[in-house]
C-alpha cells in the first residue's frame, strides 16, 4: 500500500486526502491549523502533529499551499521535508507556485535523491472531493510515472506539459484567462441588460459560439446568475494568483497590456469586495449587487 503524505488540508487538500484514503491509499495529512487537524482526525483522517511525522514514512508527498514562499519553506524548513523525507520520494506540489521556485526546489531535492512533480490543479474542492481534477502537469518522465498511480486518482485530467515548473506556467496562464474572462464575461451581461436581451438566453448564444469560455460555460451558470456564489475559491485567492502573473509576466520582460489591465482592476477590486467573498463576485463591478435567487 502507497503511503501518502498530504501537507495543507484546506478546501482542497482536505478533498484530495479524503478522496485518497477512499481509494486505498495509506494517508496521512498536517496542517499548520491546530483546528483543522482536531476536525479531521475527529472525522478518522490520520493526522500528524509536524510536518517531519508526516514525511518521514511517505512515499509520496502531496503539497497543497498558499504560496509558493510557504511552498519554500515547507521543503527547506528545520522541521520540512529535506530533513526529514527518505530518499526516493517523490513530492507533488499541487499549489499554485511559481516556476523558478519549483526548479530551485527540485534541484535541492535531486540531489538528496528525491523526485519533484509541480501538478497544480483545477476543479475547486467539489473537484478535489470527487476525484475530478485536472492538473497541469510540470515534470521529469521517471517522476511522473512513480507517481501516476496517485494522482489517477486524485485527477480526472492530466496534461503533461513539460520539465519542472511547466505545469506552474500553465497554470499561472490559466487563472489569469479565467480573471480576464470573469470581468469581459460581466461587461457582455451588461450589454446585454442595456439592450434588453435576457441573459440566460445570450449565454445560451454564446456558448453556441466562438466566444465561450470556460466562465461563459461554467462559472455565470452555477454560480453568477444563480446569485450563490459558493465556488469555494475566493477573492484574495484569486487576487494573489492574478499579483503572481503580473510578477512572472515582469520577470519575463513582457509589456501586455490586456494582463495589465486585469491586473490593476483586480487590484482595485479590494476597495469594494473583501477577501473572503467568493471570487466570481468580480462581476458585481459591471452588474452590481446579485441576491441569491
Known amino acids: 500500500m502507497t503511503a501518502v503524505g498530504i501537507i ?38 490520520a493526522v500528524a502533529e509536524s510536518i517531519g511525522a508526516v514525511v518521514a514514512a511517505a512515499d509520496t508527498i502531496i503539497l497543497s499551499l498558499p504560496t ?16 526529514h523525507a527518505r530518499a526516493g520520494v517523490v513530492i507533488v506540489d499541487t499549489s499554485t507556485s511559481h516556476p ?43 517522476d511522473l510515472a512513480r507517481v501516476l498511480p496517485v494522482l489517477e486518482k486524485m485527477s480526472a485530467k492530466r496534461v503533461h506539459v513539460g520539465g519542472v515548473g511547466a505545469g506552474n506556467v500553465a497554470k499561472i496562464v490559466n487563472n489569469l484567462l479565467c480573471a ?21 438566453r445570450l449565454l445560451d448564444g454564446l456558448n453556441a459560439g466562438s466566444g465561450r469560455s470556460g466562465v461563459t460555460q461554467v462559472n455565470v451558470p452555477n454560480w453568477i446568475l444563480n446569485g450563490a456564489f459558493d465556488s469555494g475559491f475566493t ?4 487576487r494573489k494568483d492574478v499579483r503572481l502573473a503580473a510578477q512572472f509576466i515582469g520577470e519575463l520582460g513582457l509589456a501586455l497590456p490586456m494582463a495589465a489591465d486585469t491586473a490593476r482592476i483586480w487590484a482595485e477590486s479590494a476597495g469594494s469586495i473583501a477577501d473572503p467573498e467568493d471570487f466570481n463576485r468580480i462581476v458585481e463591478l459591471q452588474l452590481g449587487p446579485i441576491s441569491k435567487t
Open 8 to 45: 495543507g488540508l484546506g478546501n482542497m487538500g482536505r478533498g484530495m486526502a479524503l478522496t485518497l484514503k477512499g481509494a486505498g491509499f495509506a494517508v496521512t495529512g498536517y496542517d499548520a491549523s491546530e483546528a483543522t487537524r482536531a476536525a479531521l482526525a475527529a472525522g478518522g483522517l
Open 68 to 83: 509558493a514562499e510557504i511552498v519554500a519553506r515547507v521543503v527547506e524548513g528545520a522541521d520540512g521535508i529535506l530533513a
Open 100 to 142: 523558478e521556485t519549483s526548479r530551485r526546489l527540485a534541484a535541492l531535492l535531486e540531489a538528496r535523491g528525491m523526485g519533484f512533480v509541480d501538478a497544480p490543479v483545477s476543479g475547486g474542492p467539489k473537484g478535489a472531493a470527487t476525484g475530478t481534477m485536472t492538473m497541469v502537469i510540470g515534470a521529469e518522465d521517471d
Open 235 to 238: 477573492m484574495q485567492l484569486m
Open 180 to 200: 480576464a474572462h470573469l470581468l469581459t464575461a460581466a461587461e457582455a451581461l451588461r450589454i446585454a441588460d442595456a439592450a434588453g436581451v435576457d441573459a440566460v
